[in-house]
């Protein structure tokens, strides 16, 4: 019996490593399988990235062709062509005043008038020392008459008597009498003429007592009351301000030095108010200033705009925003700024191959116009290139650069048509 049974358990533990060594081979087998799945997964994704990687994918705009307006902004403030300061001339107590803000007034219209009591006392005065020097002229005229007469009377009697009488001496004195009688007269009249000056003086103190218009126009600012006292000095305080003419107005803008060697005489202006958000008014440039001003470090160049304002709706001191229109060309070939900015990527497989040497030394600078096109900035009258796509590549097509909007660039090129597909940026990399 136990010869029996240790035969059985012999062949029990032989069954079993025999099914144990059966296992182990198959999940040898199964992990085998798994890794060369997972071999073949990893080279079909690696598979996929290459053949992704080599394809280049662009984006592309067409070129156009038509109107491109290029405008310079700045900003300002609306003037009267023609702005009156109104003062007095001479001193005096305010009596009345005519006008106020915002009224119309003719030229020569009284605004005010001062106290004229003391600038009539000082014409009457005046007057009187006319007068008086008046009757001095005629005094000094008969003074002459009687020398001359008193001198011919002694030359006659010295004919008479043959020289004997009178005197040499009587004679000289008389003529010394008939020479004083003449320069007395002639004092006399140089007095009158002083005195009707000092009238004239007069006259015009009291006249200017009324303070009157200057232009025509509009009162602007008034600056006096009655009862006040003024006082005329070398600087003269101004009573009133007054503006000639609203219907024709001047916009004063400060157009940066950017800006400025675009802006030119005639060119038209589309400007808006903040009273009028909505509302465009059209104006055409005036003036270009030479002289330059420096606000906050930046330098701008003053600029005058004539303004017409046949509704009145624009006011003095409004603030404006001006475009004046500095290119305006109907037919023109344009590219849009991304495209003359796009420089084609550099393939991995190209970077790779750099040396080390070759990544430490310098690189040659790039020509001014790529360089400028690279940062955003078109060089008007400057050269560069845009890229197209030939069976997949970008290749360069070189252009002469234009003026821009900002936007769109004007280009002219023999081997750039309207309707071309420029490259504006890469959305792929390029084959390895």
Request: proline content about 4%.
């Amino acid at each position: 019996m136990s010869t029996e049974v240790g035969a059985k358990d012999e062949g029990l533990t032989a069954i079993v490593d025999g099914r144990a060594e059966n296992g182990g081979r198959r999940r040898k087998k199964v992990w085998l399988a798994l890794g060369v799945a997972l071999l073949l997964v990893v080279g079909y994704c690696a598979a996929r990235a290459r053949g992704s990687a080599s394809v280049a994918r662009f984006r592309t705009e067409p070129v156009t062709r038509g109107e491109l307006i290029v405008k310079v902004t700045a900003t300002g403030k609306l003037q009267p062509l023609k702005k009156v300061d109104v003062g007095s001339e001479v001193s005096g107590l305010v009596e009345e005043v005519f006008v106020d803000e915002n009224d119309y007034v003719k030229k020569g219209q009284v605004l005010a008038r001062l106290d004229v009591s003391k600038l009539r006392d000082a014409v009457v005065n005046a007057r009187a020392a006319l007068t008086s020097a008046e009757a001095g002229v005629l005094q000094a005229k008969a003074s002459v008459q009687e020398a001359q007469a008193n001198l011919a009377r002694l030359r006659q009697v010295a004919e008479l008597s043959g020289g004997k009488v009178p005197s040499k001496a009587e004679l000289e004195t008389a003529e010394a009498n008939l020479a004083r009688g003449l320069a007395n007269q002639a004092s006399s009249g140089a007095a009158v003429e002083q005195a009707r000056a000092s009238l004239s003086s007069a006259e015009t103190n009291l006249s200017k007592a009324s303070i009157r218009s200057p232009v025509n126009g509009v009162v602007l600012s008034r600056a006096v009351e009655p009862g006040q006292t003024v006082a005329a000095s070398f600087q003269v305080a101004t009573l009133f301000t007054l503006a000639e003419d609203l219907k024709q107005m001047k916009l004063e803008v400060d157009v940066a030095e950017a800006d400025v060697g675009e802006v030119h005489v005639d060119q038209g202006v589309s400007f808006s108010v903040d009273a009028y958000t909505n509302r465009k008014y059209k104006a055409r440039v005036q003036r270009v200033g030479l002289g330059s001003q420096t606000t906050s470090g930046v330098v701008t160049y003053k600029t005058v705009i004539a303004v017409r304002n046949d509704d009145l709706t624009l006011r003095p001191g409004m603030t404006a925003t001006a475009e004046i229109t500095t290119v305006e060309h109907k037919d023109a070939l344009l590219v849009p700024n991304a495209a003359l900015r796009f420089t084609p990527p550099v393939a991995p497989a190209a970077a790779q191959q750099q040396s080390i040497l070759s990544r430490l030394l310098p690189r040659m600078p790039r020509p001014a116009s790529r360089a400028n096109a690279a940062n955003g900035k078109n060089v008007k009258g400057g050269s560069g290139q845009v890229y197209v796509l030939d069976t997949g590549a970008p290749v360069a097509v070189p252009v002469s650069i234009g003026p821009s909007n900002g936007r769109l660039t004007e280009v002219t090129s023999d081997a750039l048509k309207e309707g071309a597909a420029v490259i504006t940026e890469a959305m792929g990399a390029l084959a390895r």
